[in-house]
């Protein structure tokens, strides 16, 4: 792990430990880990290259050293005890320093997203329509003057499962911006009053660390149609957000607001309004399957041929990618129940020449195997246990395990919507 990303990690594990400590009015051990977690937040500063995250890591040190100077104060005596009171009630208040400092745990930049184009496959028209609407602006953006202007609200929008969250991030990675992920649930607060102000400082973080993309997951849970059964709260951040997109809409070049739904017959029109584009991800087309098993397949060992792929890809019309995932890991967990339950093992036929010292490796077989030996997985060593490969007989028992998530019905009430008012990608 390069030294920028190991002492950032180790940098805030110890000062989450310093925050728990602090809250159980431990102190002591609180101003000792938040004087170590400076130290790992130094090594990563150092290291750090992107001008933003520099920002931010600027702005943690700050925080956590002016606490430290307070619990500093704090133990030193009486007179440090009365001074630091006060210092904790203001430091406490901060209201907005609560509210950012939740907020900052959803910030993942451009080294936090490490998905590319490349890993999503098929949606290429959707793809094709987030390279116009954001990479295209950031790097030419002399060709969005006058009155042609990039999309500042963008709506993914689909059945589950079908990569509209990799999708956001892999637009994040490609435009290196401070990509925002938040879910609808972080937004709406169970204190009165906070969900506005999460929004409002949401969009304010945003503009200072442009360019930036705002990935709001599940939106219809904050932004359904308001009527009569809305409370005051509800209708109140509805109300910031509309205020919110209008901004980014009007003033500022540099944040894009991606929404993510399945029911986008739910939202509430007016914010719907405020995504100019709209765009259909659907379930995945042949091609795209086929792709899919061979990523999640990855480098595990196996015997499947491109015909294997092609064959596992046709008989899962309907699935959606979260489907394929889940029938690939079932498909790799088959070895495993084999092994468990394997009373017989063989010498395994090894690719290459062993050397004399190496220990023989085993394979689970059936007892009728002619060089089966009675054992059990539990009395061989992890250097004399074969890896097995995974076979199409694996992925077979998979699919009659796993069945497609998505319903005819609600494919059409996506196909509907987007007929009236959605775009297919293209």
């Not at 899962?316 to 339950?341: C, H, N």
Request: hydrophobic share 40%; proline share 5%; with cysteine.
């Amino acid at each position: 792990m390069v030294p920028r990303q190991a002492s950032l990690d180790k940098a805030i594990e110890i000062a989450q430990k310093a925050i728990e400590n602090d809250k159980a009015q431990n102190h002591r051990e609180a101003c000792k880990e938040y004087m170590d977690a400076l130290d790992y937040f130094m090594v990563a500063l150092k290291y750090e290259k992107n001008e933003q995250f520099k920002i931010l890591i600027r702005s943690k040190i700050d925080n956590y050293l002016s606490r430290a100077e307070i619990l500093k104060k704090h133990l030193a005596g009486p007179v440090g005890a009365l001074q630091s009171t006060n210092a904790l009630m203001a430091d406490e208040d901060p209201e907005t320093k609560k509210l950012r400092a939740g907020l900052s745990e959803a910030i993942l930049g451009p080294a936090g997203s490490d998905v590319s184009w490349d890993d999503i496959a098929g949606l290429e028209a959707a793809k094709m329509s987030l390279k116009e609407a954001v990479i295209l602006p950031l790097k030419f953006p002399h060709l969005f003057s006058g009155m042609r202007k990039p999309w500042r609200g963008i709506l993914l929008y689909g059945p589950p499962g079908t990569g509209k969250s990799y999708l956001a991030k892999a637009v994040a990675t490609e435009a290196k911006s401070t990509f925002f992920s938040i879910s609808s649930s972080d937004l709406v607060s169970k204190w009165q009053g906070d969900s506005e102000k999460l929004v409002k400082h949401l969009f304010q973080m945003a503009r200072e660390m442009k360019p930036a993309i705002i990935f709001i997951d599940e939106i219809d849970s904050m932004t359904g149609a308001r009527g009569d059964g809305d409370s005051d709260a509800s209708r109140r951040l509805k109300t910031e957000f509309l205020v919110q997109m209008d901004g980014v809409a009007h003033d500022n070049k540099n944040v894009l607001v991606i929404g993510a739904t399945n029911i986008p017959w739910q939202i509430d029109l007016s914010i719907k309004r405020r995504f100019q584009k709209r765009i259909y991800i659907p379930l995945p087309g042949l091609e795209a399957r086929k792709r899919m098993f061979e990523l999640h397949v990855g480098e595990t060992p196996c015997e499947l041929s491109s015909e294997h792929y092609q064959w596992l890809a046709e008989r899962t019309e309907g699935y959606s990618g979260a489907d394929i995932q889940i029938v690939v890991q079932d498909a790799l967990m088959q070895p495993i129940r084999k092994l468990i339950t394997a009373t017989h093992f063989k010498p395994a036929m090894m690719d290459g020449e062993m050397s004399a010292d190496e220990p023989v490796k085993w394979i689970f077989c059936s007892p009728g195997d002619p060089e089966a030996v009675e054992k059990s997985w539990t009395t061989l060593t992890a250097e004399e246990l074969f890896e097995p490969k995974i076979t199409l007989v694996d992925f077979t028992a998979a699919l009659e395990n796993v069945r497609p998530s998505v319903v005819e019905e609600d494919l059409v009430k996506h196909q509907q919507w987007t007929k009236d008012f959605g775009s297919d990608g293209s």
